[in-house]
């Protein structure tokens, strides 16, 4: 069994991205887990050797960061689907992972930082706000405020995305891999913690989150948080 | 002998992003090929088969379009080294191909459409130009008359690749594959024909494409052009 601390906010809402991205390779390798709901302000304690979820116990060996995670998985469990395909699979995947992390959670940060302040454990809402409010420079009301001015923008910036899904169902082409939890990763953060919509009923970004969310027996569908 | 039909402007200038990635992809296979410069109003006529170049033929096989051409080397070179690394890659590169085409291409052609005509054979003047201003709804004067304006969110747009390059070399990991190929394809294009400069001298974007230039005997440094 693997177990994997899984950042938590109250109500059972799951929002850390990045431990989205191991629930759902865990899922696509067919590895049965547990998550331990787990604090911010408690992370540093687990086991005491990352400042960061996703943290994973299985057999007593500990890991911890996603695609450190999702590479030992594959690794370990090569005659189960993979999550990437190879050396080169890797090298690509860590382009998809650039581009979500300058693109998508760039911007939606600064759309739901507000709502993950508001739905937080008690004991995560002094340090959340601190340190959120230094990185930005302003209050976290400051950098919510405007946010359906910049809907559009984040919007145009899917673009890249919209023309591979013209091509492909998915980023790994017909069956998803790594690349596509990655994606969806960053909307579950989202939608965990905040009723703000930032896809038209239309988009076809849109379509394929559905889609996604639909995998592995709707593990992320059925997960506590506002529609996408 | 692979022959490419190449797209082809004064001088012996080479613009063709498409056409770049053919080029740097048979030689990373180390296939010898030749080129034949092409007009644009030749493509047509070559073959009678395809409306766009790349156009290769081998061994009386036709091929076209870039992506489809680097699959088929890798399928028909196995041993030679990859430019995908398998199923997984090409989908995933197909991710990169998107962005590049969404990102680079969308606003490299919005700064460099006027220099293109400047250097085009003559045959290809009057064809480029009615077709581009229609595309863009106005003159080729009026797309790029402000384009310094513009070039502060061509470089903010790079933030993935730079990420990513905060990484490792390539998007191909430790080596080049054909998603580099993509990238560097659409400076080539840019730099074939205009002196504008699009990238600062510290830019990591900037060392990374120098290093792609020198590969294969300098094959994209060596080409007819403006410096990067």
Known sequence: M?????????????FSPTCWRVKLALAHKGLAFETVPTAF????????????VPIVEHDGRWLNESSAIAHDLDDRFPDRPTLF?????RALSAFVESWV???LHAQLV??????IHDHL???DRDYFRQSREQRFGKSLE?????????????????????????????????????????VLGAFQWAR?????????DDDPVRVYLERLMDLHGGLAREAVGYPL
């Open 41 to 52: 302000t408690a992370i540093s304690s687990i086991h005491g050797f990352s400042k960061t």
């Open 192 to 200: 965990s913690v905040s009723p703000f919509k930032t896809l038209a």
């Open 2 to 14: 693997f177990v994997l601390y899984d950042l938590a906010a109250r109500d059972g809402r799951r």
């Open 101 to 103: 992390e300058a693109t």
């Open 110 to 115: 600064s759309f739901v930082v507000k709502d």
């Open 142 to 182: 400051a950098v919510v405020a405007d946010r359906e001015a910049r809907l559009g923008a984040f919007q145009q910036s899917l673009a890249p995305l919209r023309l591979l899904l013209a091509r492909q169902p998915f980023l790994g082409g017909t069956v998803p891999l790594y690349a596509d939890y990655v």
């Open 121 to 123: 454990l008690d004991e």
């Open 85 to 89: 395909g190879g050396a080169e699979g």
